[in-house]
């Protein structure tokens, strides 16, 4: 029995040794300014294509890319994030929006 506790301890060990926790943690990186962009069109395919009038024309910053494509992206101004949750009713606290199917200006 002994040598079995032993083995789980190791095991144990080494999963977290492996772990990259400042990544499953999701410690956001601060965007780089010139990641800051102004949205131009949105696809008719988008989850938020029914909040185009939100999203269009204004300036969001990109944090990171999609896992399936798309952006997350934060609103520089807050005023627009807040006119987007009340809109959609969602929380004042969501920061953060993964768009697909947008187009940005160069």
């Known amino acids: 029995m002994k040598d079995y506790n032993e083995l789980v301890r ?18 956001p990186k601060t965007p780089h300014p010139k990641h800051t962009r ?24 990109i944090v990171e890319s999609g896992y399936n494509g ?11 994030r807040d006119a987007l949750n009340a809109a959609a009713g969602w929380s004042k606290d969501k920061r953060r929006f993964l768009l697909d199917g947008v187009k940005f200006d160069e």
Not at 10 to 27: E, H, L, Q
Not at 38 to 61: C, K, M, P, Q, W
Not at 70 to 80: I, N, P, Q, S
């Open 10 to 27: 190791r095991s144990i060990r080494k999963d977290f040794a492996k772990a990259n926790f400042k990544r499953n943690g999701r410690i």
């Open 38 to 61: 102004r949205v131009v069109d949105l696809n008719e395919t988008s989850g938020y294509a029914r909040f185009r009038r939100y999203i269009v024309g204004r300036l969001v910053r």
């Open 70 to 80: 798309g952006y997350w992206v934060e609103f520089v101004r807050d005023a627009d």
